[in-house]
Nanobody, 120 residues
Framework: QVQLVESGGGLVQDGGSLRLSCAAS????????MGWYRQAPGKQRELVAS????????NYADSAKGRFTISIDNGKNTVYLQMNSLKPEDTAVYYC?????????????WGQGTQVTVSS
């Protein structure tokens, strides 16, 4: 099993910044990549950003490009999402995930979610 614990959400004004953290523990050697999804009220969950555990490859949703930066600290088994120039439309619950290598019993683990609210 893999456990994911998130932190760093909160309330920020339009144009502000937040940094989300997600610490992984347990069978971390099965993790291939990690990242963040978000879900706003009444909307589907969408991928925000992802990064391989090697740190060599990352991907961003169009809405996050140029404003958000994902990074990983393997020494701390932690992935970060630095969010700058936040907008009210970024308001959502942000979920950390860890995706395992192929053929593992469980393909994806989830954190509990952290609320990000951007006020206008």
């Amino acid at each position: 099993q893999v456990q994911l614990v998130e932190s760093g959400g909160g309330l920020v004004q339009d144009g502000g910044s937040l940094r989300l953290s997600c610490a992984a523990s347990g069978r971390i050697f099965v993790i291939n990549d990690m990242g963040w999804y978000r879900q706003a009220p009444g909307k589907q969950r969408e991928l925000v950003a992802s990064i391989t555990t090697s740190g060599e490859s990352s991907n961003y949703a169009d809405s996050a490009k140029g404003r958000f930066t994902i990074s990983i600290d393997n020494g701390k088994n932690t992935v970060y999402l630095q969010m700058n120039s936040l907008k009210p439309e970024d308001t959502a619950v942000y979920y950390c995930y860890a995706e395992t290598f192929p053929r593992m019993t469980v393909s994806k683990y989830w954190g509990q979610g952290t609320q990000v609210t951007v006020s206008s």
